[in-house]
Structures are given as C-alpha cells and as structure tokens.
C-alpha cells in the first residue's frame, strides 16, 4: 500500500508521553481538520501539482507542500539506508487517519519499531493493536468517543481557560477509561502555559510544551 508522505525524518519527540524519545518521524500529506494554529500548514493540501519522485522526498532538506506516494518497503529501505537508530516511528500528519495505518504499522512492527500514530481522532482510526495512540481533540471539531477510548494517551492544546470545557466532555463521554492526558500550550504562549500548569496540578495531569520548539530541533 502506497502513502502520500510529505517527509520523513529522524529527531526527538517533543511532546506527550515519549518526550525525549530519539523518534523517526512519518509525515503524510493531507487534512480535513486544519486548526488555525497548525505549525505544518504545508500538509494540508494533497494537491497533484506539488507530487515528486520517492528519489526526491528522502533528500529534502526543507518543509513545504512537496509529497510522494511511499510504501512500507521504501520507508523501511530509506531508514536501513541512512542508517538511522531509532527505534520509536511517529506516524503524523495532517491527519495521518484519513488513511488506513494497519498494514503501514504492521510491518514497522515487523521489523522491531514501535509506532506511535499522531491524530486528532476525528477518523476512525485504523493501525495494529500494539500502536501507540495520541489523540489531540480539536474544538469545533467531530472527536469521536471511540478515539478517546482507542487512545493511550490525549495530547489536549491550550490557549484560554475554556478551551478546558472541550476536554472535559470529551473525558465525561468515557468516564470508565482512565487517561492519560497531556496539557500542551498552544505556540509557546505564556498565559496559556500558566493555564496549563495550574490545570495539571489540580488534576494531577502532565504537562506537554513541545520541547523541541525551545531547544530549536525539527
């Protein structure tokens, strides 16, 4: 099975649960969701006027609009390639589960990585039984309950107190799941950080502030 995949890459997760994590990261091309803060604008749009070879994509050294069709052979190829160590893969997007992620995660696993899919389960969401799900609910956006209860852990972003009211009925919708739930300040903001800080304590939730924004890496 072929993904369009605008690049991939090797770094340290910054946010959630494996922050710090050494990470090969898999983004695809393409989202229906489009949040006004999105820092990967660049993969909304899977338009043919901005397709390039696989020979192309492995050899980006910027992030825009450009993507390829991929499969799990030729990304497995292309880590074996650069010789790459990590053993955690980030599947993310755009929003990674308009497409179907079984087969893609199957054969990472395969070959001994463990995945992690980044969404805003607003899609069913479709990859092995041993993936590791984020689920980032979206206001103004249709969050599935079974999302939520798929999820290993929510990755929720913040800019006001009241963007808490979201998150709280998403969690009232699955009250016998116990979550583990990430506050994450959405672009760096001060005041939404303090927010986050004060919540993760009086609920004993974690707090999520991309930490590879403030030390600068991809």
């Known amino acids: 099975m072929n993904y369009p995949i605008n690049e991939i890459f090797q770094t340290i997760q910054g946010e959630g649960y494996y922050t710090g994590t050494p990470s090969i990261f898999i983004r695809l091309q393409g989202c229906p969701v489009r949040c006004q ?14 397709q390039i070879s696989y020979e192309e994509l492995v ?8 993507w390829s069709y991929i499969n799990a052979i030729q990304i497995l190829e292309n880590i074996k390639k650069k010789e790459w160590t990590a053993k955690h893969v980030v599947i993310t997007g755009g929003e990674p589960c308009i497409y179907n992620l079984l087969y893609l995660t199957t054969e990472l696993e395969k070959q001994g990585f463990k995945c992690q899919i980044e969404t805003s389960g607003t899609k069913i969401i479709k990859c092995s039984s041993n993936t590791w799900v984020t689920v980032s ?31 709280e009925k998403m969690l009232s919708m699955v009250k016998n799941k116990k979550c583990r739930v990430f506050l994450q300040p959405i672009s760096q903001n001060q005041e939404a950080l303090k927010i986050c800080i004060k919540n993760c ?5 974690r707090l999520s502030i991309q930490l590879h924004k403030y030390i600068l890496i991809k």
């Open 137 to 167: 609910p979206k206001q103004h956006q249709n969050t599935l309950p079974a999302s939520i209860l798929r999820s290993d852990e929510i990755k929720y972003p913040i800019l006001k107190q009241e963007d808490l009211f979201y998150l």
């Open 201 to 205: 304590i009086i609920k004993n939730w």
């Open 59 to 66: 050899k980006k050294k910027i992030s825009d609009q450009t």
């Open 37 to 50: 803060w999105c820092d990967t604008k660049y993969t909304w749009t899977c338009s043919n006027n901005n």
